[in-house]
């Protein structure tokens, strides 16, 4: 069975900086595209960023490019979002994703597995 859990999310202020960390299991980590993907109140869900099993290959969307960074730890099987100068549209809901395709987390459409998600609000 497999399992994303999602922590470290919390309340911050603009401009501040939160990291997020999804532990992964039940699944060959080594073999998966992990990602994040976000969803505020009442918006649909939308791509956030990726990373290719050997992390040679990372994505962002448009409005997290050059402040949140993603990465992964293969010995524990964990996939972090670092994010900094948060603004207050950066409020939602964050979701960690795996899947084989990396280009399913670019199209948004064909993702096989999700967590839970974790709250993250960020204050003006």
């Known amino acids: 069975q497999v399992r994303l859990v999602e922590s470290g999310g919390g309340s911050v202020q603009a401009g501040d900086s939160l990291s997020v960390s999804c532990a992964a299991s039940?699944?060959?980590?080594?073999?998966?595209?992990m990602g994040w993907f976000r969803q505020a109140p009442g918006r649909v869900r939308k791509f956030v960023a990726a990373?290719?099993?050997?992390?040679?290959?990372?994505s962002y969307g448009d409005s997290v490019k050059g402040r949140f960074y993603v990465s992964r730890d293969i010995t524990s099987s964990t996939t972090y979002l670092q994010m900094n100068s948060l603004k207050p549209e950066d409020t939602a809901t964050y979701y960690c994703?795996?899947?084989?395709?990396?280009?399913?987390?670019?199209?948004?459409?064909?993702?096989?597995?999700w967590g839970k998600g974790t709250l993250v609000t960020v204050s003006s």
């Open positions: 994703a795996a899947d084989l395709v990396f280009g399913d987390f670019l199209r948004g459409t064909g993702v096989s597995y």
């Open positions: 039940g699944l060959t980590f080594s073999d998966y595209t």
């Open positions: 990373i290719s099993p050997n992390s040679s290959t990372v």
